[in-house]
């Protein structure tokens, strides 16, 4: 029976072995990520539900880079009502986004619908597997009076920075060889968020499993270490990432064809500099100036996607800053730089020929896909678990150089001396061809391994089993 014919998503599991249902947390890179893992495992024939509050329904599949692999997927997409929350400006002053707060808090209230929803699906299937973001474990709670239904966490953090923190947090248990300098929690995350963190503590036991988005080639020592600091050390985990990886066509999206990648096309091998901060950092316009005035000195090439951050509704009107960058900036650096204040394919511009770095907030999404086509890293990370990933890729990998010390960063604007010294050691030095053979090799690893008989593969191979036992 092809289940993807059918008008009714729930008419689609009359006679449904095992379905899926993938619940994202509302914040752009969770919602990405849980939409690739979706990808990958309808792949498998096996019916597939991505369900959210409408606003973030729309936003993920808005900016799928990939809306080929979307239609081939044919993921039943299932939207809430989204829960009312205010949804102010970004305030670049503060590091962490602390305007997306009251977003995060209102997917708190899908518990109700999501749980009539599972009620509904649930008498359509042998099995139902709810695969839900680390932060949704409290609206998917009442799995736990349904029957033939199991939970499975996905955790959208790199396992290194994951393992660090719960072993710090747990006041360090046992013996490991903490690397020097490695940066603390210390001002990563606010309060709201440490609270919405624990809520979810207790609701995590009673999953069957965890799904992670990393790759034994990059992290194998620290999924082996993240284990040991598990509540159940019997509990599987599956490292099934990187889930990016099928994500750019050989050819471009025709749907994608941006301006940006036009002026690469135009571009030596391997010659300019990608620059952005990914989606929930606004940098203040001093900041902005010394960045411009540092690309500028560091005389490399370079693509600058300047964008503030998302708002927790990114339908509810744009707020344009006034123009901060130097008088004349672009008119002066035609031909060497392009400012980009739109959405950029950023999956796109990493894969293209031309592209030889990635200046990144070291989100994990940013991380993974830097680091699968091949390229090194200016690391600049902003909040969250963006500066132990920094030190991942910095100090561990070996792929990237830091424009500062974490301790430094939170202090001060970053001159445009420093970072102008930063992408010349990237982008035009003997380190960076060194850092840049690391990446490629890391590249290579982490391609192959979501290939047929790739350890990533088939730990995937390994979870499919398991749901479908």
Same mark, same amino acid.
């Not at 894969?351 to 990635?358: K, R, V």
């Not at 035009?428 to 690391?438: F, K, L, V």
């Given at each position: 029976m092809d289940v993807h014919n059918q008008q009714h998503p729930c008419d689609a599991y009359k006679q449904a072995e095992v379905v899926v249902i993938m619940v994202p947390f509302p914040c752009y890179s969770h919602l990405n990520q849980v939409l690739q893992l979706s990808c990958l495992i309808s792949s498998y024939n096996i019916p597939v539900h991505y369900a959210c509050s409408a606003t973030h329904v729309h936003q993920a599949k808005l900016r799928f880079n990939a809306t080929n692999r979307l239609s081939y997927a044919q993921i039943h997409f299932h939207e809430f009502p989204t829960p009312p929350f205010l949804s102010p400006p970004p305030d670049p002053n503060s590091k962490f986004p602390t305007h997306l707060i009251p977003s995060f808090e209102a997917s708190?209230?899908?518990?109700?619908?999501? $749980?009539?929803?599972?009620? *509904?699906?649930?008498?359509?299937?042998?099995?139902?597997?709810v695969v839900h973001d680390v932060l949704m474990a409290y609206v998917v709670q009442d799995t736990a009076t349904i029957p033939? $239904?199991? +939970?499975?966490?996905?955790?959208? %953090?790199?396992?290194? $920075?994951?393992?660090?923190?719960?072993?710090? #947090?747990?006041? *360090?248990?046992?013996?490991?060889?903490?690397?020097?300098?490695?940066?603390?929690?210390?001002?990563?995350v606010p309060s709201e968020i440490r609270s919405l963190l624990t809520l979810q503590t207790d609701f995590l036991k009673s999953t069957s499993g965890t799904i992670i988005n990393s790759c034994r080639s990059i992290e194998g020592t620290y999924i082996d270490l993240w284990k040991e600091v598990q509540v159940d050390k019997n509990k599987q985990i599956w490292a099934v990432g990187p889930l990016n990886t099928g994500a750019v066509d050989n050819g471009r999206n025709s749907n994608s064809q941006h301006k940006c990648l036009e002026w690469l096309d135009k571009q030596d091998p391997k010659s300019v500099l990608y620059v952005s901060f990914g989606t929930t950092t606004s940098l203040t316009n001093q900041q902005i100036k010394e960045l411009a005035i540092g690309l500028e000195q560091s005389g490399q090439k370079f693509i600058w996607v300047l964008r503030d951050a998302d708002k927790g509704d990114i339908f509810s009107g744009d707020v344009k800053r006034a =123009?901060?960058?130097? =008088?004349?900036?672009? =008119?002066?650096?035609?031909?060497?730089?392009?400012? %980009?204040?739109?959405?950029?394919?950023?999956?796109?511009?990493?894969?293209?020929?031309?592209?030889?770095?990635?200046?990144s907030h070291c989100g994990?999404?940013?991380?993974?896909?830097?680091? $699968?086509?091949?390229?090194?890293?200016?690391?600049?990370?902003?909040?969250?678990?963006?500066?132990?990933?920094?030190?991942l890729v910095t100090d561990i990998l070996k792929a990237g150089v830091a424009v500062k010390q974490w301790a430094e960063l939170q202090e001060s604007v970053v001159a445009s001396s420093t970072i102008a010294?930063?992408? *010349?050691?990237? #982008?035009?030095?003997?380190?960076?061809?060194? #850092?840049? +053979?690391?990446? =490629?090799?890391?590249?290579?690893?982490t391609r192959k391994a979501v290939e047929e008989g790739g350890v990533s593969r088939m730990e995937l191979d390994s979870f499919i089993a398991h749901i479908t036992r």
């Open positions: 708190l209230q899908l518990r109700d619908p999501m $749980t009539e929803f599972l009620h *509904k699906i649930s008498p359509m299937a042998r099995r139902v597997a033939n $239904t199991e +939970t499975y966490a996905f955790n959208p %953090v790199g396992t290194f $920075t994951s393992f660090f923190n719960g072993w710090q #947090m747990m006041g *360090k248990p046992f013996q490991v060889d903490e690397p020097q300098g490695l940066p603390s929690d210390e001002g990563c =123009e901060v960058l130097p =008088e004349g900036y672009e =008119e002066r650096l035609k031909g060497v730089g392009l400012v %980009v204040r739109d959405w950029a394919p950023q999956l796109e511009i990493l894969a293209h020929q031309s592209t030889g770095g990635f200046m994990w999404n940013s991380c993974l896909e830097s680091i $699968t086509m091949g390229l090194p890293i200016v690391a600049w990370p902003m909040h969250s678990d963006q500066p132990k990933n920094a030190f010294e930063a992408v *010349k050691k990237l #982008m035009a030095s003997r380190e960076g061809e060194e #850092m840049r +053979t690391r990446a =490629e090799e890391l590249g290579g690893a």
